[in-house]
């Protein structure tokens, strides 16, 4: 019997490419694997994403196609950011049940729980309460996506044999992360700016905010091994852990971090030596984010790469990206 053909949106992107990562180092064969870059693709067509699964027929689906970004880009392209995520997830899942694919994954985001959710954030927590103003567009878009793979196994898995399911990783980082000065997340920013305030000597760097808000990140390829392992989960045992309109399964490292205590920690990773800074006229966003981790580690998961030696595997990521 042949290895199962399988389709990653969004392979160039960093969850998508850790995905590839993984199932490449458990034995997947490279030309089973249905990879699209998005010049060649664009997932926001509905025509153009119906045309490549009907073509390919895929028998699994990793749905990590997204538009992400920090809080500045949240803020500043909001209307981006909820109409492509809308439209990647729509065409994707629908395209998928049109043409058969009984097994999808869907990687949703954290910032799907309520601003001011119950810390730490169980999966129960979901459309409690208002969620945070600065990315609720790329919220609303992630929820919408957990709704659709619901929807479609309430109304078609018993008759299809329809299988979707839905992980929300924490902040991520590491290979293949986006390090652009204004539209990137917390680690790869603060990577950028110490390296260059490390070249420049540099007194001082600025971070933005208080430095008090507590997060958690948890290694790329970390998730990339949680999908696997929730998409391989024995369907009785997936049903007995989740609810038909409860099924999305939090994945983090179940530890946080304050932003100053991050900061720092980068700093020396990268050997910057000035003083670090804060600006508490910048927006923090919510004071806490850390996700309860429990259903999954229950479920046989658990995380393999510390901070640290993340950040460390990261720094050597930015500098092999920015050798030219």
Same mark, same amino acid.
Request: charged share 20%; glycine share 8%; aromatic share 8%.
């Given at each position: 019997?042949?290895?199962?053909? &399988?389709?990653?949106?969004?392979?160039?992107?960093?969850?998508?490419? #850790?995905?590839?990562?993984?199932?490449? #180092?458990?034995?997947?064969?490279?030309?089973?694997?249905?990879?699209?870059?998005?010049?060649?693709?664009?997932?926001?067509?509905?025509?153009?994403?119906?045309? !490549?699964?009907?073509? /390919?027929?895929?028998?699994?689906?990793?749905?990590?196609?997204?538009?992400?970004?920090? &809080?500045?880009?949240?803020?500043?392209?909001?209307?981006?950011? =909820?109409?492509?995520?809308?439209? &990647?997830?729509?065409?994707?899942?629908?395209?998928?049940?049109?043409?058969?694919? +009984?097994? !999808?994954?869907?990687?949703?985001?954290?910032?799907?729980?309520?601003?001011?959710?119950?810390?730490?954030?169980?999966?129960?927590?979901?459309?409690?309460?208002?969620?945070?103003?600065? $990315?609720?567009? *790329?919220?609303?878009?992630?929820?919408?996506?957990?709704?659709?793979?619901?929807? *479609?196994?309430?109304?078609?898995?018993?008759?299809?044999?329809?299988?979707?399911?839905?992980?929300?990783?924490?902040?991520?980082?590491?290979?293949?992360? $986006?390090?652009?000065?204004?539209?990137?997340?917390? =680690?790869?920013?603060? %990577?950028?700016?110490?390296?260059?305030?490390?070249?420049?000597?540099?007194?001082?760097?600025?971070?933005?905010?208080?430095? +008090?808000?507590? +997060?958690?990140? !948890?290694?790329?390829?970390?998730?990339?091994?949680?999908?696997?392992?929730?998409?391989?989960?024995?369907?009785?045992?997936?049903?007995?852990?989740?609810?038909?309109?409860?099924?999305?399964? $939090?994945?983090?490292?179940?530890?946080?971090?304050? &932003?100053?205590?991050?900061?720092?920690?980068?700093? +020396?990773?990268?050997?910057?030596?000035?003083? %670090? /800074?804060?600006?508490?006229?910048?927006?923090?966003?919510?004071?806490?984010?850390?996700?309860?981790?429990?259903?999954?580690?229950?479920?046989?998961?658990?995380?393999?790469?510390?901070?640290?030696?993340?950040?460390?595997?990261?720094?050597?990521?930015?500098?092999?990206? $920015?050798?030219?």
């Amino acid at each position: 019997m042949s290895a199962a053909k &399988i389709f990653v949106a969004g392979h160039r992107g960093m969850v998508g490419s #850790a995905i590839v990562r993984q199932l490449l #180092a458990q034995g997947h064969p490279e030309d089973r694997l249905i990879l699209r870059r998005s010049s060649e693709l664009d997932l926001t067509n509905q025509q153009a994403v119906m045309d !490549l699964l009907s073509r /390919e027929k895929p028998d699994e689906i990793y749905l990590a196609a997204a538009k992400v970004g920090g &809080i500045h880009a949240n803020n500043t392209y909001p209307a981006e950011f =909820i109409y492509q995520n809308l439209m &990647i997830e729509a065409n994707i899942i629908h395209g998928a049940f049109c043409v058969g694919v +009984r097994k !999808l994954l869907f990687l949703g985001s954290s910032c799907i729980y309520p601003k001011l959710a119950p810390q730490p954030m169980r999966e129960d927590a979901l459309l409690t309460g208002a969620l945070e103003p600065t $990315n609720e567009p *790329y919220g609303i878009a992630k929820i919408a996506g957990i709704k659709l793979c619901e929807s *479609y196994n309430r109304q078609y898995g018993a008759s299809h044999g329809l299988d979707y399911r839905s992980v929300m990783p924490t902040n991520l980082y590491g290979p293949g992360d $986006n390090y652009h000065p204004e539209n990137s997340h917390v =680690i790869p920013a603060l %990577i950028r700016r110490f390296h260059e305030a490390k070249l420049q000597r540099l007194p001082s760097v600025t971070i933005w905010g208080s430095g +008090r808000p507590k +997060r958690e990140f !948890l290694y790329v390829d970390d998730l990339a091994v949680a999908s696997l392992h929730v998409m391989h989960l024995d369907k009785s045992t997936y049903d007995a852990y989740t609810r038909p309109m409860l099924s999305h399964i $939090n994945v983090g490292c179940g530890q946080d971090i304050s &932003i100053a205590e991050l900061a720092s920690l980068i700093g +020396r990773v990268i050997g910057f030596e000035g003083r %670090i /800074e804060f600006d508490p006229g910048k927006p923090d966003g919510p004071p806490k984010k850390l996700l309860d981790n429990r259903l999954l580690t229950s479920l046989g998961w658990s995380v393999s790469v510390g901070l640290e030696e993340g950040l460390h595997r990261a720094y050597t990521d930015f500098l092999e990206q $920015n050798r030219s």
